[in-house]
């Protein structure tokens, strides 16, 4: 499969087409018709109804042009996620890797950076952050905005963990604590060990940079096979 990413520092968006081989993902035909399938799903918004009833350049809707494809290929090809950056008063930083052909590649991230402040820096600070998020893989940008069933999930596993230990509850609970607090910062993006400079964290980074209105408002990281 590939993740496609389309439209400007304004309004980006990323979108996961399936495949079943990497053959295919290198065609000719399949790359066409990603590429102008991530633009019309950059004009929709990633509204998944609306992309399927979109009208191609061949004057055939996405729907048709994907059985069509699917004929001529003789694979099973599926539109996966789909996700849309659009904040007012940011501006979007992309990174792609293993790339494919153009904006077509096997991992993709958006960045979303809030400033009135235009500068070299803060460029360069976007492009560095979204290659650290392609690298660091956070599942959110703080800590409380963990998805709770991952939470319960990883709990779960320490408590298993712990359980053939031996070792008395309370102990037990306190290494549990300490467990899960360590899983929230690692995974949380502001409370990451900045890749770039392994000492500082990414919110270190994000007060040296001396910028008082710029703030990290979202990022989306899609790659193939996650």
């Not at 699917?70 to 007012?88: C, F, H, M």
Request: hydrophobic fraction near 40%; charge should be neutral; include cysteine.
């Amino acid at each position: 499969g590939v993740i496609v990413v389309s439209g400007d520092d304004r309004k980006t968006s990323l979108i996961e087409v399936n495949c079943e081989t990497d053959f295919v993902a290198k065609n000719d035909d399949f790359i066409k018709f990603v590429k102008e399938l991530s633009d019309i799903n950059n004009d929709c918004g990633s509204d998944l109804e609306k992309l399927t009833k979109a009208q191609m350049v061949n004057n055939k809707t996405v729907e048709d042009n994907l059985v069509a494809l699917i004929a001529k290929i003789g694979e099973k090809i599926t539109i996966g996620r789909l996700q849309t950056i659009q904040i007012s008063n940011c501006k979007n930083f992309i990174y792609q890797h293993s790339i494919i052909k153009d904006n077509v590649s096997k991992l993709a991230v958006v960045v979303s950076l809030e400033t009135n402040e235009k500068n070299e820096k803060i460029d360069i600070f976007g492009k560095q952050l979204s290659m650290h998020i392609a690298a660091s893989n956070p599942l959110a940008l703080n800590s409380n905005d963990i998805n709770k069933e991952i939470i319960i999930k990883e709990q779960e596993l320490i408590a298993e963990e712990l359980k053939n230990s031996g070792k008395p509850e309370e102990i037990a609970k306190k290494i549990s604590l300490g467990k899960i607090n360590k899983f929230k910062e690692e995974n949380s993006l502001m409370t990451q060990f900045w890749v770039m400079e392994p000492k500082k964290k990414v919110t270190d980074i994000l007060s040296e940079m001396n910028i008082s209105d710029l703030k990290i408002k979202n990022f989306v990281r899609l790659k193939i096979g996650e």
